[in-house]
C-alpha cells in the first residue's frame, strides 16, 4: 500500500549494540542468518557492514556457505558438476523444430534478395536523410544496404567526366542543389576537394560574426578549465 502511494515508511535508526552483532557476526555466517536475527532486510545489513568496512572471512569464503566458485581443480562443489570428458550431450543429433505455422514465414534456404517484401530494384529512387536523391546501382549482398545506394548528383558528375579523383566530391553548385531527377543536371554539379569543401563550410566564410563568436567561446573555454585544474591542484 505504501509502496503504491509512493510514501517511505520510518527508518529505524541504528543501536550501538545492532552494529556490534553485526561486527561480531558478518564476517563468518550468512547475510541473511544476521537480517533475520535483527529483524532487518540483507540489503540493510550490507550497507551497514560497508558502513563498518567489514568483510567476510577466509573461513566463510572457503565454506559451502559463501556460495562462491571455488578456484581451483580440486573442490569437490566443482568436481561432481563438472562435464566429463566423453560425455555426450543430451540433444545431440537432435533439430529444433518450432511448431505452429512459424514455417509458413521461415526464411528458406536460397532465398533471393528480391524475394523480400521490402526490396527495391536496381534503378530505384530514393530520398536520403540528408534530402539528396540516391539510385540503388547493385545488389551485392558483400555491401551493406546502405552502400548500394549513390547519390544522383555523383552518377550525373561521373557519366559526364569520368571517375571522381581521389581526395574530391561531388557537390551541387550554390543555390542549385534539388531531389528532384529531371533538375539534376552536369552543369549544375561540381568536383572540388575535401579542403575546398572545408573551407566553404567554415564559419568565416558563412558567417563572419558567428566565427568570433566561436573563437571567443573557445578561449572562455579554455580559462574555465585553467582555473578549475588550478583550484584542484
Keep these: 500500500m505504501t509502496k503504491s502511494r509512493h510514501i517511505r515508511l520510518p527508518r529505524r535508526p541504528w543501536t550501538e549494540s545492532e ?4 561486527r561480531d557476526l558478518y564476517p563468518d555466517i550468512p547475510c541473511t542468518d544476521v ?8 540489503r540493510g545489513i550490507y550497507q551497514e557492514a ?49 511448431g505452429g505455422r512459424s514455417h509458413e514465414t521461415r526464411f528458406k534456404p536460397g532465398r533471393l534478395a528480391h524475394e523480400a517484401r521490402n526490396y527495391a530494384p536496381i534503378g530505384s529512387l530514393r530520398i536520403s536523410k540528408d534530402s539528396y536523391l540516391e539510385r540503388k546501382i547493385t545488389d551485392d549482398p558483400a555491401l551493406a544496404p546502405s552502400r548500394r545506394w549513390t547519390a544522383v548528383h555523383r552518377l550525373v558528375w561521373i557519366a559526364a567526366n569520368g571517375p571522381i579523383p581521389a581526395g574530391h566530391i561531388v557537390t551541387f553548385l550554390p543555390g542549385c542543389k534539388s ?15 575535401r579542403r575546398e569543401l572545408a573551407a566553404r563550410n567554415h564559419p568565416n ?10 573563437q571567443l567561446k573557445g578561449a572562455i ?3 574555465v578549465n585553467r582555473i578549475q585544474r588550478e583550484s584542484r591542484a
Design 19 to 22: 552494529r556490534t552483532i553485526v
Design 50 to 98: 560497508r558502513e563498518l568496512n567489514l568483510k567476510k572471512s577466509e573461513y566463510f569464503n572457503a565454506s559451502d556457505m559463501s556460495r562462491r566458485i571455488q578456484r581451483g581443480t580440486h573442490d569437490p562443489r566443482m568436481v561432481g558438476t563438472r562435464f566429463k570428458p566423453g560425455i555426450v550431450p543430451w540433444n545431440k543429433g537432435t533439430h529444433f523444430v518450432s
Design 179 to 193: 531531389n528532384v531527377l529531371e533538375l539534376i543536371t552536369a552543369d549544375k554539379v561540381e568536383c572540388i576537394s
Design 221 to 223: 573555454t579554455h580559462q
Design 205 to 214: 566564410r558563412s558567417n563572419p560574426e558567428l566565427a568570433k563568436l566561436v
Design 35 to 42: 537480517a533475520a536475527l535483527l529483524e532487518r532486510s540483507a
